[in-house]
């Protein structure tokens, strides 16, 4: 992912009390956050399948589509920097290393569904 928009989406998040020094946003609020637009973007993708099937061609639903992806991808980067995690990182780090000497996976493990 490039840089630019990384820091673009970082800076948005600090700007908005999310991420940084005086950020109040938590990995778990942030992880929650990810789930419901991933929701709403499954929600889409459903609509625009009946949709294609139904009438074809629906702009606005593809619309809603990109929204949820672009909306998805910004809570990822956000809940990434959280954990100071480079998210360009990320896919090429074996759990283990990540999470070494570490109790976050068992605080996941014990925390509320959103």
Known sequence: MK???IESI????????IIGPEGKGTLFGQLCKTQE????TRDAALMLSITLDRRGFAPELIADLADGLGDTVVT???ASNMMGLDINKCESHPSASIFQESDIMTQLDQAQAC
């Open 76 to 78: 990822l980067i956000l």
């Open 3 to 5: 840089n630019e928009l």
């Open 10 to 17: 970082l800076e948005w998040g600090r700007s908005r009390g």
């Open 37 to 40: 637009e991933l929701n709403e």
